[in-house]
């Protein structure tokens, strides 16, 4: 009779226990996505799009953009729409600025994302100074 009591509680203990860790995971898994939303309400994001000096949207542009206290420089690149994306970013003050080809933007100083926020941007490539024109050569004085 005993023997038949163990037969019968070993796999009834199994199954609690395997219905126990069922209960358990389940838990865990119903908070992974509780968890990613509080994460992805905390950090920000910062949406934007790159303009060339015709006011067209540059494709590949590099955008350099680090916090205000000049930790961290990271840099992105624009899709085929001159579109570009960072995601999640610390609350906290950046500074950007896009670059392609030789032309820059100015720097957009101090802006101040918050937990959850998500900011648009258009940066405009100008152009900052004149072409450089090639120095004549000089003659050297032996030569004359």
Do not use: C
């Not at 899709?79 to 896009?98: E, S, V």
């Amino acid at each position: 009779m005993q023997r038949e009591l163990r037969a019968i509680a070993r796999p009834a203990m199994l199954v609690l226990f395997a219905g126990g860790l069922l209960v358990m995971l389940g838990g865990i898994f119903s908070e992974v996505p509780a968890l990613a939303a509080q994460r992805s309400r905390r950090s920000a994001t910062l949406n934007g799009v790159v303009l060339g000096p015709d006011d067209k949207p540059v494709s590949r542009a590099s955008i350099t953009y680090q916090s205000s206290a000049g930790r961290a420089p990271h840099a992105v690149h624009t899709d085929a729409h001159g579109r570009f994306t960072i995601t999640k970013l610390k609350p906290d003050n950046y500074d950007l600025r896009a670059s392609a080809k030789g032309i820059f933007s100015e720097w957009e100083k101090n802006v101040s994302l918050h937990p959850g926020e998500s900011m648009y941007l258009t940066l405009r490539l100008i152009y900052t100074r004149q072409p450089v024109k090639p120095k004549a050569a000089k003659k050297s004085k032996q030569a004359q």
